[in-house]
């Protein structure tokens, strides 16, 4: 069953490089990106585990733990990210899920068999901390993802939990926002009390709230 935008994130016990984990324990408070990798030892996965291990303090920040899966056994995750280390300077520092009976693959749905029907794809998955998915994203197994993306969604998705407002095309934390069509004009006065720029009645800016 494929997991859409404000389910609740299934729950699940399983062996990671950082010994057993219960997701909801291991989340606490936290929200997470769970992602998933089509195979141990392979080129991109091993270039986009060095970027998300890279941007772990990034994740920290924002109160985001990252976890990622691969469907295979533990023994090749922990050879695995040994060349990780060695090759993109900077060792594994979140659990990497050992899924090897597929038990995550399958409740996430992360295994597409028209594109191929052992091999994760590449999903991703934002999860609050009241643990409903919040973002999802697919690549295919040769498209690395990327994860100054995942991080800039995480900073709209915090941003428009806390306040009534939208992020534009391309936006970046610090960039003016967009008011939604649901807060009347009176009701961004109140919030606004300096004004916005508005470019049409439906299209409202104002200096990004958490600035
Ligand atoms: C990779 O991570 O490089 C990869 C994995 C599976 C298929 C193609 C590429």
Not at 66 to 80: A, F, N, R, T, Y
Not at 171 to 187: F, L, R, T
Request: hydrophobic residues 35%; proline residues 7%; glycine residues 6%.
């Amino acid at each position: 069953m494929s997991i859409r935008l404000g389910d609740t994130a299934p729950n699940f016990r399983v062996q990671t490089t950082e010994g057993e984990i219960d997701f909801y324990e291991w989340m606490g408070e936290d929200w997470a990106v769970l992602f998933s990798h089509p195979k141990d030892y392979t080129p991109v996965c091993t270039t986009e585990l060095g970027a998300a291990a890279r941007l772990k303090p990034e994740f920290a920040k924002r109160g985001v733990k990252v976890i990622g899966l691969s469907v295979d056994p533990l023994e090749d995750h922990q050879g695995w990210s040994r060349d990780i280390e060695e090759t993109q300077g900077v060792g594994l520092n979140f659990p990497l899920i050992a899924d090897s009976d597929r038990t995550v693959a399958d409740l996430y749905d992360m295994v597409h068999p028209n594109a191929d029907d052992t091999l994760t794809v590449r999903s991703v998955f934002v999860i609050d901390s009241q643990k409903k998915v919040r973002l999802t994203l697919t690549y295919p197994a040769s498209t690395g993802r990327n994860f100054d993306e995942i991080l800039r969604t995480v900073d709209s998705l915090k941003l428009t939990s806390e306040h009534q407002v939208a992020t534009p095309v391309n936006w970046k934390h610090g960039d003016d926002v967009i008011i939604v069509p649901a807060v009347s004009n009176d009701q961004a006065k109140q919030k606004y009390p300096e004004g916005w720029r508005e470019e049409k009645p439906y299209l409202r800016y104002v200096p990004d709230p958490s600035k």
